[in-house]
């Protein structure tokens, strides 16, 4: 098999990418559906950002516990619950969607359970991912979980598009609570006895488990330089559903159909940035991503700049080339490097400060397009993304001694028990 697709040669694998793909397909359709429903419904950005904001902030408050589970408990049970709670969520606003009963208040509260199912599958799912792959593995299976996660995105919003202009937003929602089955399925059809199991934390005393990851994550300099930058990425870079559905309805004048394709024009850069991670057996140099993030919120600037819809479009794929790589050998920095032993945890850490800032930049950038336009939504946001991306490296640089040549190690297959002073084993 390729080097681009090694992972898919354990079959527990193959199950866990299939169903992770058919249901991100459902994701999509109703990340787009939702967030075109509640402007169809208020007509606000300020109102899509907070929707946005209450579906994350459940992550910004119980991923720390959600990674303790993870290290504590059979993360394929915990898969089980999370996946079927968001199954659940999504059938029930799919249904009075579909009936007329729906209005925004509806959709934020349960755009804020679907964000509790949400914190509490992540860590466990990012965790799972070195226990059906293997650590020889472990670097191709988390490009090609992009690359799943970037097909979905590049079907998922076309899809989308053409329900909510056939049948309306409720039946895309709807959709989403089927997909769940996927994944439940492939879940089920794994050989348990093939899992490579990494070592659990001990039940009790469970703040002082939490303390001990965040303090492992402060004594290595070089994670909490991704941290920042992911960050940036994710707090100011990475709305592109409440951006596009902006720029295509309030901008351009277009319909959800054009609203869909926009997604899709940026998941095709999505896909191939996505493939590109693929290829990669180690961990990248901290420089390549910083170097990302910044390449990142420059082209998101430019995108603003764009004068109409066929340019708009067009400057999306550069976009979401970028996005994805940097995303992606960032996640690979911190897994690849992680002690297996408190690999939910720091996992945890990582999604909550990658998607726990988007209750603050979606709600800040849904004004910002409300009063001064959907364009500067992506001036704004990419020129803070740059900027936060660059400091951030220059103030760990001189204050950490931080050396961002080498690739941050340890390796899964190294003895993990190292002291991380300044990002270099010693």
């Given at each position: 098999m390729s080097q681009m697709f090694a992972a898919m040669s354990e079959r527990n694998y193959r199950f866990y990418v299939t169903g992770a793909l058919l249901s991100n397909i459902g994701t999509w359709m109703q990340r787009v559906a939702q967030d075109w429903f509640v402007l169809e419904l208020s007509g606000s950005g300020a109102a899509v950002g907070l929707t946005t904001a209450l579906q994350f902030l459940p992550t910004l408050f119980l991923s720390p516990y959600a990674g303790l589970l993870a290290d504590r408990f059979d993360?394929?049970?915990?898969?089980?619950?999370?996946?079927?709670?968001?199954?659940?969520?999504?059938?029930?606003?799919?249904?009075?969607?579909?009936?007329?009963?729906?209005?925004?208040?509806?959709?934020?509260?349960?755009?804020?359970?679907?964000?509790?199912?949400?914190?509490?599958?992540?860590?466990?799912?990012?965790?799972?991912?070195?226990?059906?792959?293997?650590?020889?593995?472990?670097?191709?299976?988390?490009?090609?979980?992009?690359?799943?996660?970037?097909?979905?995105?590049?079907?998922?919003?076309?899809?989308a598009g053409l329900v909510i202009h056939q049948w309306g937003s409720g039946w895309a929602i709807l959709t989403n609570a089927f997909t769940y089955a996927a994944f439940l399925g492939g879940l089920m059809l794994m050989d348990a006895g093939k899992l490579i199991r990494s070592p659990r934390a001990?039940?009790?005393?469970?703040?002082?488990?939490?303390?001990?990851?965040?303090?492992?994550?402060?004594?290595?300099?070089?994670?909490?330089?991704?941290?920042?930058?992911?960050?940036?990425?994710?707090?100011?870079?990475?709305?592109?559903?409440?951006?596009?559905?902006?720029?295509?309805?309030?901008e351009f004048g277009k319909g959800a159909q054009e609203y869909g394709i926009l997604g899709t024009a940026m998941a095709v850069g999505s896909l191939s940035g996505a493939l590109i991670g693929a290829r990669r057996r180690s961990a990248?140099?901290?420089?390549?991503?910083?170097?990302?993030?910044?390449?990142?919120?420059?082209?998101?600037?430019?995108?603003?700049?764009?004068?109409?819809?066929?340019?708009?479009?067009?400057?999306?794929?550069?976009?979401?080339?970028?996005?994805?790589?940097?995303?992606?050998?960032?996640?690979?920095?911190?897994?690849?490097?992680?002690?297996?032993?408190?690999?939910?945890?720091?996992?945890?850490?990582?999604?909550?400060?990658?998607?726990?800032?988007?209750?603050?930049?979606?709600?800040?950038?849904?004004?910002?397009?409300?009063?001064?336009?959907?364009?500067?939504?992506?001036i704004i946001g990419g020129g803070v993304t740059a900027l936060g991306a660059a400091v951030a490296a220059l103030v760990l640089l001189r204050r950490k001694r931080l050396v961002m040549s080498p690739t941050l190690l340890p390796r899964p297959h190294l003895n993990i028990h190292h002291r991380h002073l300044d990002g270099v084993d010693r």
């Open positions: 993360k394929r049970k915990l898969l089980y619950i999370s996946q079927s709670w968001m199954a659940v969520c999504a059938a029930v606003l799919g249904v009075l969607a579909i009936t007329g009963n729906a209005g925004v208040g509806h959709v934020y509260l349960l755009a804020l359970l679907f964000g509790v199912g949400s914190a509490l599958d992540v860590p466990a799912r990012q965790a799972f991912v070195s226990e059906v792959a293997g650590p020889d593995h472990l670097a191709n299976a988390i490009g090609l979980n992009s690359a799943s996660f970037h097909t979905a995105r590049l079907i998922g919003p076309a899809v001990p039940r009790g005393g469970g703040l002082k488990q939490l303390a001990e990851g965040v303090r492992y994550v402060r004594q290595r300099s070089d994670i909490l330089l991704v941290l920042v930058v992911v960050f940036f990425v994710g707090t100011f870079g990475m709305n592109f559903q409440m951006t596009n559905a902006l720029m295509a309805q309030q990248p140099r901290l420089r390549f991503v910083v170097g990302a993030a910044i390449t990142f919120g420059v082209l998101e600037l430019i995108s603003g700049l764009m004068p109409s819809y066929l340019t708009f479009g067009l400057s999306l794929p550069l976009v979401g080339l970028a996005a994805v790589v940097t995303m992606t050998a960032a996640n690979a920095c911190v897994q690849m490097s992680v002690d297996p032993r408190l690999r939910g945890r720091v996992m945890a850490i990582y999604m909550m400060v990658v998607m726990g800032g988007t209750p603050v930049g979606a709600p800040l950038l849904g004004w910002v397009g409300d009063v001064l336009g959907p364009p500067w939504t992506l």
